[in-house]
Nanobody, 120 residues
Framework: QVQVVESGGGLVQPGGSLNLSCAASGFTFNAYFIRWYRQAPGKERELVAG????????NYGYSVKGRFTISRDNAKNTVYLQMNSLKPEDTAVYYC?????????????WGQGTQVTVSS
């Protein structure tokens, strides 16, 4: 059974930090590209960060570059999103996505999301 579970969200003051986790099971985790997305009320889903299956390459959305860091521990089937210098506009539900495409199929797994609220 495939499971993708985000954790670590919460309420934090502007300028603060949070570290989100995405724990996965039920599939070959180290073969999947992992991405963090977020969605604020009334807004479209936004790509926050992505990391390749080996962890050797990462990419970030323009609005978070330099503040957020994505990493993974394939031995623990977990991806992390370290968020620093948080701003009120970072408030959103953050989702973890595991993705793999081969010649014959495409697999896409999503978590249920974790709420991040940045407010004083």
């Amino acid at each position: 059974q495939v499971q993708v579970v985000e954790s670590g969200g919460g309420l934090v003051q502007p300028g603060g930090s949070l570290n989100l986790s995405c724990a996965a099971s039920g599939f070959t985790f180290n073969a999947y590209f992992i991405r963090w997305y977020r969605q604020a009320p009334g807004k479209e889903r936004e790509l926050v960060a992505g990391i390749t299956s080996s962890g050797g390459s990462t990419n970030y959305g323009y609005s978070v570059k330099g503040r957020f860091t994505i990493s993974r521990d394939n031995a623990k089937n977990t991806v992390y999103l370290q968020m620093n210098s948080l701003k009120p506009e970072d408030t959103a539900v953050y989702y973890c996505n595991a993705y793999r495409a081969t010649m014959f199929r495409e697999d896409n797994y999503w978590g249920q999301g974790t709420q991040v609220t940045v407010s004083s």
